[in-house]
């Protein structure tokens, strides 16, 4: 199982999940109405490091974290 | 790095960074402060911050800053920050002017781009997602279908 | 544009600054100081200025500064600095982050290569002009007379 | 005449001089072992505004002043 939360403005609670891929997190983020925008815009970190690779595995306990579009300061 | 509940003490903070820089022989001491502006009938901004990220960002910019002889602080609110109180104070300090007017505006600029932070106009007490005025953070479109690349 | 005989007050003077800047709805506002560093077997640094020519350069900036909506301000020392103490603030207030940014760097060399201020080493007491540090001000060359231009 | 001031490093007093182009003034600085290398680096001002043309004309009256390398801040 995986750990994802979602961060800032998308106000969603964690949920875990039993998925591998980041495809597989991209197809349950667009299949919700909730979710569906922040699937187009947000970067995705595990375990508090950045992916920048589509092929990325999970591997169970990973927290993954969704970060939407920025504006600190 | 350092980061408050609510609105910086910004001359209590910025002295106190003067005072350290003063003693470690820098010759240079640049101070970024962020101001609430009165626009848009808001009352004030409130931000959310995910701080692991943060600190991780901001300590590959202390190693960047450091391999160019500089230093780098920063200091951030968290929360509600009426109008003309501030929510953001970013320092370089360095032995080289050119150094410094430099890493200022690069520190500052990703920042911007890629700080963890999400800020909220706050208009008769309701928080509102600025989501006109954020940026898709580096690596953002990772989740796209479309993607070909 | 203020001038002092002796070290600055960097933290009054910052702190004075920051507080008319918030009162004036500017939603940035950067400080560049100049901290007298321990090099060279220095006690201090000390400096002339002539003052009718810096203060027409300070306002020709002020004006610059002024139609992009930002504006500028600095305060300099007069006479002996000794390490660790600062002689030089300049300051740039604007609605936008990247005038500010940009402008800080602008004024802050225009100001090293143009006003009219002199600098010396303070060594066992002695003024010794810092004729390698020092940069011929815009026009200068204009009685050399092998001039071809 | 003009009066003739001299800034920071240069160290002399001023001089007044009966002179009427910045040719005349570079004559004289040139002919003094004291001021010969100042002519070299220095800019002038005249009645404290920078003069960029080598046919500037000087009239009685006028204060010019010598401006040596600077460095500030």
């Known amino acids: 199982m995986v750990k994802v939360e979602f961060l800032g403005p998308i106000g969603k609670d964690p949920v875990e999940l039993n998925i591998n891929t980041l495809e597989e997190l991209a197809d349950y983020m667009l299949k919700s109405d909730e979710l569906k925008e922040w699937a187009e815009n947000s970067a995705v970190a595990v375990n508090n490091t950045i992916v920048q690779d589509h092929n990325f595995q999970l591997k169970s306990g990973d927290v993954v974290t969704i970060l939407p579009p920025v504006c600190g300061g | ?149």
């Open chain 2, 1 to 149: 790095m350092e980061l408050f509940q609510g609105p910086l003490d910004v001359k209590a903070i910025s002295n106190r960074w003067y005072d350290e820089v003063r003693e470690l022989n820098y010759g240079a001491f640049i101070t970024f402060v962020g101001i609430i502006r009165a626009e848009n009938s808001i009352e004030a901004l409130s931000f959310d911050i995910y701080e692991p990220i943060l600190r991780k960002w901001f300590d590959s910019w202390q190693q960047e800053a450091k391999s160019r002889g500089a230093l780098v602080k920063m200091a951030h609110a968290i929360g509600n920050v009426p109008i003309a109180q501030s929510s953001y104070i970013a320092a370089v300090a360095s032995p080289k002017r050119k150094v410094a007017l430099a890493l200022i505006e690069e520190f500052v600029e990703d920042f911007k781009a890629n700080a963890p932070i999400w800020k909220y106009d706050v208009v008769n007490g309701e928080r509102i997602y600025a989501k006109d005025r954020s940026t898709p953070m580096e690596g953002a479109g990772i989740l796209k279908k479309d993607s070909d690349d």
